[in-house]
């Protein structure tokens, strides 16, 4: 049986020998194990979980849809052990292919590294790269330039850069769509069992993208087990919520009879009294128990005379009663791996441990996989069995010791792994190691270990940064801010503000970085005109929720000038002259404009368009296009902002939010033209056509608009296919006033729909959404009480179906203008006159940039007026406008008003079809008056 656990034999057979009168039976062999085998100890009381397990695998293959089980349960609980019983079941037949995900205890400054470990378990070992990754693709019919598009984004996601995306930023969504498409692909050629281990332990991105793999849009014969302790559910309440292919197994405490059974079988002679003592000490978690009997195995006291103090309390005392068993190069192995982390390798281990040789630590690692501490993994690799093996080790070690093991550890990933795919982990080591030395009692300085922690935090923010994994980047980059030398924060600043979208925290990432040039002297002008011209397009082109002073940009615009003429690069000199554009539009009053000067501007953004269509930097081009376009909003210039949006379109190599930001544009101008219809479909089709670099995120008020124009139409199932899309976005921009105000129509059209369903769950999340934004924007300096109190009246107005929420006293200021037209329609569709106030705030609307505003402006009037004839044409010019459910609400009103039932069929066939609950039981209502 020893021989068994290192060595393969064939099957056993009968020979003779010489001098013996019976045959021998022998076991020829084969070779040594790759992996050495230790026996495991027996499950008990899981056969149910087992059972579900199995059954889902069924699923799996007869549906050939993906499953996704969580396993949540606390530390030693046995959800490891469930799980290797599992596989070891798993037919050979059905030809299941397992990988695995370990992520590690500081796993949530991990971006997506874990996943590499996941590729390496699909590939089977096969090298990681852009051919092979392509292969997989082209494999399973993908063309070869979507597979090398597609693996640019995997590689990308591991730190791994191809030449075609060496400068570009990928985006989140787009590496979520390949990392699903790939694990599709994968389970094409065979079925999949994928482990998450210790997610609880994972990155909010790496979170996010397990979610994503299992959506309703994957199709793939794939099993995936996450395992997590319950401070998953602490982090991600809604874990798996809502999802019809979501199983979670919570794995409770072994009964006292169970816990007896595992006993019984590992310690036969174990005294009655104290075998009742573990059952009672363990409170059924298997690992104390099986810690608590091995620990008496090992000191030999499992006999009659055992006394009950030989027992420790606790499941650290025993583990740690276990570690004090062991030899001092055992001890020395388990201390050094447990700062690599759970997993670590064998070269690692004879780079440390200097005063031990190769043969000592081959002689540790087999007596502690005897000892059931570590377990073997694929090559050279080991992992503690169970965490809190690494845990209790890591406790041992002095401040000093972990400081020095850390430095160590992270020289060798160095010189030893690839930069950019271990950055994070290496930034981690050396992080740490930094921040032990602060906490000593005599502080120490190490600047060796402080450069290169700066060095890996600034990659691997790098790294998150071009797989758009935003919050990530973001404290990579803080914290290498924390540790920096006051002459790197410049750029990191800057670092830190391209990481993210265009809202607040990344114009204070810019100002601070300016601030830093300033203090520098100010000598590099390219510098200062470039820092300068991001922190104005932040201004002028993004989204901040306190934009500053036109006074307070003209200044920065002057400065910006005068740097880039001293700097003289002729890139920067364009593109700061296409700024004059987006701040007229932001903050120069229509008024201010005269034809020649909106012309002037026109002129330069096309020659800088030129421009930079013959250097080929297209990020440049289709911002020099978008300032035309703003242009051409003064104009009023529909079609052209249309032609415009689809010249930046047709360049292929365009980056995600340039984009987005041409899709938008186009959509916009769709709706105010009143083509409401149009600006869906264009939005739409973005989403349905996505390519693998395309993200909902890029597309900032594109969704917005177009589930407003979906509310005012009927498309009302458009409304409901773009709110995930949106919801995703608005979970990425929470810590983002500036871009949350981008989506707010958005959620109102969604919360308006839902309500008028009466699908309740949909209207409570939608306003909780918007709840969130009124606080948001109640807490930023300088909104006033009253504005908010009126934004918050109209949305429970129309929530709760009640006009009484909207009282004459609620002030209107500039913030409530925006949503007056919304409370206008709302009361004119329950037959009440619009107040002065409020059609005030109506008038003082762009209406020629808002045609639903006229129609609806018209029926107000008639109902003011007291004129049926005149509500009656307002209603069908409404209609002609596109504003489908109001024309059909207010068809109701008109009814009731004059007894015309000929209204009611006519609104009654809209409503139908949208699913206006609300509405059509007010129509029967009046329906049964008129009778």
Known sequence: DAAQTSFLFEEPRLIEAKGKRLPLRVFPLIGPRPTREVSRPPLVGRKQDLMQLALLKERVLEEERPQLVSIVAPAGTGKTRLLEEFLKRLDPDEDFQVAMVRCLPYGQTLTYWPLQGLLEGMMQGEKIAKAQIMRIFTDVSYNTSDASRLADLILATLGIESDSHAQANTDREAIFNAWRLLIEAFSQLAPRVLVFEDLHWASESMLDLVEHIINVRTHARMLLIVLSRPELLDRRPAWGGGRQNFTSIALQPLTAKQTQDLIQQLAKTLPDNLRQQVVERSGGNPFFALELI????????????????????????????????????????????????????????????????????????????????????????????????????????????????????????????????????????????????????????????????????????????????????????????????????????????????????????????????????????????????????????????????REQVDELRTEANQLAERAGNEDEQWRIRILDAFYNNRYVPAAENTQEDLERMNAVGLAAAAYFEQRQDWSAFSESLDSCAVLAFRFHRMNSIIELAQRR??????????????????????????????????????????????????????????????????????????????????????????????????????????????????????NAALEHFIQRLGNAEGNEKFALETFHAVLKAHQEDDVSYLSDTLAIDKLAEDIAPLWMMFLSEHGFVTPDSVEAAVIRQEIDLKRFIVPAYEIARALKSDDNEQLSEAIDGAENAQLIVHAARMRIVLAQRTGDRSQLDRAREVLERIQDRRFLRRLAEVEGVIK
């Not at 000593?440 to 071009?466: D, I, M, Q």
């Not at 002459?487 to 670092?495: A, F, G």
């Not at 987005?660 to 033209?673: I, K, Q, V």
């Not at 670099?693 to 005012?712: Q, R, V």
Request: with cysteine.
């Open 294 to 549: 091995r620990g008496l195995i090992e000191r030999g006291k499992t006999g009659t005379h055992v006394s009950l103090d030989a027992l420790p309390d606790t499941v650290h005392a025993a583990v740690l009663a276990r570690l004090d068993m062991l030899s001092k190069t055992e001890r020395t192995l388990l201390q050094v791996a447990s700062v690599a982390s759970r997993s670590f390798r064998v070269r690692m281990l004879e780079a440390i441990m200097t005063d031990a040789t190769p043969q000592d630590i081959s002689s540790a690692l087999d007596d502690l996989l005897q000892r059931d501490i570590l377990a073997p993994t694929e090559g050279d690799g080991y992992t503690f069995r169970h965490i809190l093996f690494r845990d209790v080790a890591y406790g041992t070690l002095s401040r000093a010791e972990r400081m020095r093991l850390h430095s160590s550890i992270a020289s060798w990933l160095e010189a030893n792994a690839p930069h950019d795919s271990y950055a994070a982990v290496i930034a981690y080591h050396y992080r740490e190691a930094v921040q032990l030395a602060k906490q000593s009692a005599v502080p120490k300085k190490l600047p060796h270990e402080t450069e290169r922690a700066v060095y890996y935090l600034t990659r691997a923010g790098e790294v998150a940064s071009h797989a758009s994994a935003i919050n990530e980047a973001r404290t990579y980059f803080q914290q290498a801010l924390e540790i920096a030398p006051e002459s790197e924060h410049m750029h990191l600043y800057e670092l830190l503000g391209d990481s993210g979208t265009r809202g607040d925290i990344t114009a204070d990432a810019y100002k601070k970085a300016i601030v830093c040039w300033r203090n520098s002297g100010g000598s590099d002008a390219l510098m200062g005109t470039r820092l300068l011209r991001k922190l104005l397009i932040v201004y002028t082109r993004g989204s901040v929720s306190e934009r500053p002073t």
């Open 649 to 766: 379109l047709a360049v292929q190599e365009l980056s995600a939010y340039e984009r987005g930001d041409a899709t938008n544009m186009m959509g916009a101008a769709y709706f105010l033209l009143g083509d409401y219809a149009q600006s869906i479909a264009v939005i739409k089709n973005a989403l349905l056509n996505q390519r693998p670099d395309d993200a909902p995120i890029y597309l900032e008020t594109g969704p917005s608009n177009a589930m407003f124009a979906a509310y005012f139409n009927g498309q009302w199932d458009d409304v409901m296919f773009i709110a995930p899309f949106l919801k995703e976005v608005w979970e990425q921009v929470l810590d983002d006033l500036g871009a949350l105000m981008t989506m707010m129509s958005g959620y109102m059209a969604l919360l308006f729909v839902a309500a008028s369903r009466e699908d309740r769950p949909t209207s409570d999340a939608s």
